[in-house]
């Protein structure tokens, strides 16, 4: 049987591998994917093992996603770009290939739930790893605008440069946030604390959107804030399956379908 698995730390709660389950009873693929905590400094071993033991390919998860993208003897051009790595891939001259699909996720549950991104003005909230892992997807779609903001405004500005080349993109701290936008994207981690960004209260388009990379079994703080000015809102549990999906689809070359797996996620939340 192929192996697969997921490599973080902590790595107890992870949906992955019931996701992964799904998706090959789905498909009728035949592979065994199972959750590894690795030590904080040996992530290197952890993937060689695993190799040796029939492991084809990982999902690599917090923290390990920079390290993953340092190990790898190919990359993606998406995975250059966003410094970090999500999908390592065993190919069959036994070099690792990285890949990060986080973004396409994203990108894939915006599109499931009918936002449109092209021409769109985007507010992207936040600027470490999670945003820079999905900037090229989003600015693939032709955006009208970007606009990056962030509690640490020298992050973000360096975010948008270096991501210039591939749009309209701007940067700035949260004071530099003038709307309205279309579709706004919550990638901090200011919910996981109950925070909020200050925002300014005509952020919203009609008919926005909001989204929130992060999900439970409540809406987040941001979602909330954002349903009372009449965005639609979205949390993140479709971005993680949907670039579970997309693993899946680099792995065995089939594409697995998303909903029927959210569904019974959200039921179970
Ligand atoms: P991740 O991999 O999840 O992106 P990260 O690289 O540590 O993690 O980035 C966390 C992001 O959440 C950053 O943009 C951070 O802002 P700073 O760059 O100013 O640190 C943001 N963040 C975390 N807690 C926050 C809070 N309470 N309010 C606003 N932004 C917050």
Known sequence: TDRYCVFGH???????PAIHAAFAEQTGETLEYTAIEVPLDDFAGAWRRFVEAGGRGANVTVPFKETAYRLCDALTPRAERAGA?????LEADGRTRGD??????????????????SGARILVLGAGGAVRGVLEPLLAEAPARLHIANRTADKA???AADFADLGRV?????????GPFDVVINGTSASLGGDLPPLPNDLFAPGATAYDMMYGAEPTVFLRWAAERDAATIDGLGMLVGQAAESFCLWRGVRPDVDPVLGALRRAL
Do not use: M, Q, W, Y
């Not at 902590?10 to 992955?16: C, D």
């Open 100 to 117: 990060t699909t986080d973004g396409a996720g994203l990108v894939g549950d915006l599109k499931r739930r009918g936002v449109t991104l």
């Open 157 to 159: 500005d360096g975010l």
């Open 170 to 178: 701007s940067g700035g701290g949260f004071e530099s946030v003038e």
């Open 10 to 16: 902590p790595i107890g709660h992870s949906k992955s």
């Open 85 to 89: 790595v999500n999908t390592l891939i």
